[in-house]
């Protein structure tokens, strides 16, 4: 079974706080992705990574960036957190190619700025 | 731009019915369609389909797609309180590695 793991479930940060939040895959995958989902709003990329050291912004890249050293772990880091990023951040990771298109996610972080 | 539109927003009907619901998109160079689940964490795989015309089928569950009217059902038949969960659909582009999602069905299953 692929497995997806999330550093925390539930994070309860301060404004202004520098914040990470960690994933690691078991699966060798070359593809993870960071998504925020909110109500009404759905999933929502904010950057992806294709390989080590390489990342990609997405659709809502803004006030985050990221980072992948090696190729299991893909961390996102809230510079200075404010409360409009209070949201569940989800994790998923997928192989290249054509073909594989699936990814597979981890149970995601809620996260309250307050 | 690419773009997924799912509908109902939210569904609510008694154990034993059936279900379809809908998702439309627009996409720049079609790859797939993929379907997920997502009870109260991780969203979970259900199907992806690349062809026009083919089922796919996992017990009570089945989904089909039409490439040349751009949409997509997901059917449950024989609905169980465990079905109770809000289901994603997104789009792959040969363009690039993302998906795109949809907002989402809720669905509500009442014993």
């Known amino acids: 079974d692929v497995k997806v793991t999330q550093s925390s479930r539930y994070l309860v940060k301060r404004t202004g706080e520098k914040v990470f939040l960690e994933c690691v895959q078991d699966?060798?995958?070359?593809?993870m992705f960071w998504y925020r989902q909110d109500p009404g709003l759905g999933l929502r990329l904010i950057y992806f990574s294709y390989d080590v050291k390489m990342k990609e912004k997405g659709d809502i890249p803004e006030g985050y960036s990221v980072s992948r050293e090696k190729k299991e772990r893909f961390s996102l880091i809230l510079e200075s957190a404010s409360t409009n990023q209070t949201s569940m951040y989800l994790c998923?990771?997928?192989?290249?190619?054509?073909?594989?298109?699936?990814?597979?996610f981890g149970a995601g972080t809620r996260l309250s700025v307050l | 731009e690419d773009k997924v539109v799912q509908s109902p927003l939210s569904l609510v009907v008694h154990e034993g019915d059936t279900v379809t619901l809908n998702c439309s998109y627009e996409?720049?160079?079609?790859?797939?369609l993929l379907w997920y689940k997502q009870e109260k964490k991780a969203p979970t795989f259900l199907f992806m389909l690349t062809s026009s015309g083919i089922e796919k089928k996992s017990g009570r569950l089945s989904s089909i797609l039409d490439k040349k009217e751009l949409f997509s059902i997901l059917n449950i038949t024989a609905t169980q309180t465990g079905d109770s969960a809000v289901y994603l659909c997104?789009?792959?582009?040969?363009?690039?590695?993302?998906?795109?999602f949809g907002t989402g069905t809720r669905l509500t299953i009442i014993p």
């Open positions: 998923a990771s997928g192989q290249r190619g054509a073909a594989k298109n699936i990814q597979y």
């Open positions: 996409v720049t160079n079609f790859r797939s």
């Open positions: 997104a789009v792959g582009d040969f363009g690039n590695e993302k998906l795109t």
């Open positions: 699966m060798d995958h070359e593809n």
